[in-house]
């Protein structure tokens, strides 16, 4: 298990940018994915974006063409470039990592950073 720790949240405009991050941390196994979700007030957590070691990512419908996954070369830290943000954008955004080793798999949540978006 890794330590992820998210951080990057905070209010700006409709229209604006944000650049979330994710630090992982204590544990020498590859990240085979990392994940973004969100998760706003009265609905259910969603899965945002994903990216895998090979660079192959996807995204949610709903943020398509406006955010971009990332992650560093040594593949212990991904971001999350989100452009023209809108009100609905606004929820608590939260990290996932995913290792391999073994036959099992290994499963990582941050605490989450606020990301609020005002109209």
């Known amino acids: 298990q890794v330590q992820l720790v998210e951080s990057g949240g905070d209010l700006v405009q409709a229209g604006g940018s944000l650049r979330l991050s994710c630090a992982a941390s204590g544990s020498s196994l590859l990240i085979a994915v990392f994940a973004w979700y969100r998760q706003a007030p009265g609905k259910q957590r969603e899965l945002v974006a994903i990216t895998a070691t090979d660079g192959a990512t996807s995204y949610a419908n709903s943020v398509k063409g406006r955010f971009t996954i990332s992650r560093d070369n040594n593949k212990n830290t991904v971001y999350l470039q989100m452009s023209n943000l809108k009100p609905e954008d606004t929820a608590v955004y939260s990290c996932?990592?995913?290792?391999?080793?073994?036959?099992?798999?290994?499963?990582?949540w941050g605490q989450g950073t606020q990301v609020t978006v005002s109209s």
């Open positions: 996932k990592a995913v290792q391999a080793a073994g036959g099992k798999t290994y499963e990582s």
